[in-house]
């Protein structure tokens, strides 16, 4: 009797989030070029057809995965904001979170950038970016009410602030700063972003 070879299975528990968490790990330790659906059906154990149900091809994944990387994003500002707080202290707290994300997800948050600038961004993960940054929009808001700091367009505001940490996020994953000094360090850029470098 010829056996005929065993089929892979097409049905999956949770194929989309076992895709997801495998094409995470791609990214994270070979890069976004290394990303295969085809590679990512035999790693999870399914057809190579199979993917097809969740991601029509590997922009679909990438943007997925962009998506669910400022989802998390989100859910960690959502968590260290805390509006009771003195504007120095909260945005100290938030930038702190944001340095952790990056610090902890490199790979991801290059490919949720390059996805958010892209010019055919979804208007879901257009969403996704605005949620993500929308405690510091607050925080800006509340703080000009306030007499805190300038007036200005608040996300303008906010654009600046955030080039400010992402080029410390940027420097800690190229390697110029070490991820615990980056980290101890953001009162200090918070302070200096909130007061200047004039002497006082």
Same mark, same amino acid.
């Given at each position: 009797?010829?056996?005929?070879?065993?089929?892979?299975?097409?049905?999956?528990?949770?194929?989309?989030? $076992? @895709?997801?968490?495998?094409?995470?790990?791609?990214?994270?330790? !070979?890069?976004?070029?290394? +990303?295969?659906?085809?590679?990512?059906?035999?790693?999870?154990?399914?057809?190579?057809?199979?993917?097809?149900?969740?991601? !029509?091809? !590997?922009?679909?994944?990438?943007? $997925?995965?962009?998506?669910?990387?400022?989802?998390? +994003?989100?859910? /960690?500002?959502?968590?260290?904001? %805390?509006?009771?707080? =003195?504007?120095?202290?909260? @945005?100290?707290?938030? $930038?702190?979170?944001?340095?952790? *994300?990056?610090? &902890?997800?490199?790979?991801? @948050? &290059?490919?949720?950038?390059?996805? !958010?600038? %892209? =010019? %055919?961004?979804?208007?879901? @993960?257009?969403?996704?970016?605005?949620? $993500?940054?929308?405690? *510091?929009?607050?925080?800006?808001?509340?703080?000009?009410?306030?007499? &805190?700091? /300038?007036?200005?367009?608040?996300?303008?505001?906010?654009?600046?602030?955030?080039?400010?940490?992402?080029?410390?996020?940027?420097?800690?994953?190229?390697?110029?700063? =070490?991820?615990?000094?980056?980290? %101890?360090?953001?009162? &200090?850029?918070?302070?200096?972003?909130?007061?200047?470098?004039? =002497?006082?």
């Amino acid at each position: 009797m010829v056996r005929m070879p065993e089929s892979r299975p097409y049905h999956h528990g949770d194929l989309r989030a $076992a @895709l997801l968490a495998g094409a995470e790990r791609t990214l994270r330790e !070979k890069g976004a070029a290394a +990303l295969s659906l085809r590679e990512l059906a035999r790693e999870t154990g399914v057809s190579h057809a199979a993917p097809g149900r969740h991601f !029509k091809d !590997k922009q679909a994944l990438l943007d $997925a995965l962009a998506l669910t990387g400022f989802e998390r +994003l989100t859910e /960690v500002m959502a968590t260290a904001d %805390d509006p009771a707080l =003195p504007v120095e202290e909260r @945005l100290t707290r938030l $930038a702190g979170a944001y340095l952790g *994300f990056t610090i &902890e997800n490199a790979a991801l @948050l &290059e490919l949720m950038y390059a996805r !958010k600038h %892209d =010019p %055919d961004v979804s208007q879901q @993960l257009a969403a996704a970016v605005e949620r $993500a940054i929308e405690p *510091f929009v607050r925080l800006i808001e509340g703080a000009q009410q306030r007499g &805190e700091i /300038v007036a200005g367009d608040p996300e303008h505001i906010t654009l600046l602030a955030g080039a400010t940490l992402h080029g410390v996020a940027a420097f800690t994953a190229q390697g110029t700063i =070490p991820p615990q000094a980056a980290l %101890d360090g953001i009162g &200090e850029v918070v302070h200096h972003l909130l007061h200047g470098l004039h =002497p006082r």
